[in-house]
């Protein structure tokens, strides 16, 4: 047996790491938050809606989360610091070592993977007041156009059609 094999149980880091690769692909799936995507909790609420004129768009960058990151990088980092070392308090310094460093990756791992871009709308409102709404523009939505604001657990802006 090979010295590093002697310190590192790949047989048992396989399914760690798999388990890491799945959380950060799954992870990557993030979109920018939009009018059309709804939580389950969203669904069958009531939301005022108003109408509005776009006034000013930009583009917007939205910070990733590192929640579940931080959780799955610490598990797996104690985890596999746990088998370094030759005595159990060893074993115990490398594990916390190894959850400390491997929820500091997990989370920057998860932060890039989820940041992604939107746009922030400035909206004049019909019956008087500014609002700023950061949203995806799936819809196309362009400067002057006439918008419909719905205001439930999320803001959102739609087009107003008709």
Do not use: K
């Not at 993977?113 to 746009?119: D, F, I, N, Q």
């Not at 950061?134 to 719905?150: A, F, M």
């Amino acid at each position: 047996m090979r010295g590093y094999e002697r310190l590192i149980p790949w047989r048992l880091l396989r399914p760690l790491l798999c388990l890491l690769l799945v959380a950060l692909v799954a992870i990557g799936c993030a979109r920018a938050p939009g009018p059309s995507v709804y939580e389950r909790r969203e669904a069958n609420q009531a939301a005022v809606v108003e109408r509005g004129r776009i006034v000013s768009i930009r583009p917007v960058s939205v910070e990733g989360t590192g929640h579940t990151g931080t959780l799955v990088g610490g598990a797996a980092g104690g985890v596999a610091g746990s088998f370094i070392g030759g005595d159990w308090r060893s074993n115990l310094l490398a594990g916390i070592a190894g959850a400390v460093i491997g929820g500091v990756a997990g989370n920057a791992a998860e932060r890039s993977l989820t940041a992604t871009t939107a746009t922030e709308f400035i909206v004049e409102l019909e019956r008087g007041g500014t609002i700023a709404v950061v949203q995806g523009n799936e819809e196309g939505l362009r400067v002057g156009d006439t918008v419909l604001v719905l205001r439930g657990q999320r803001t959102r802006l739609a087009p107003a059609r008709g």
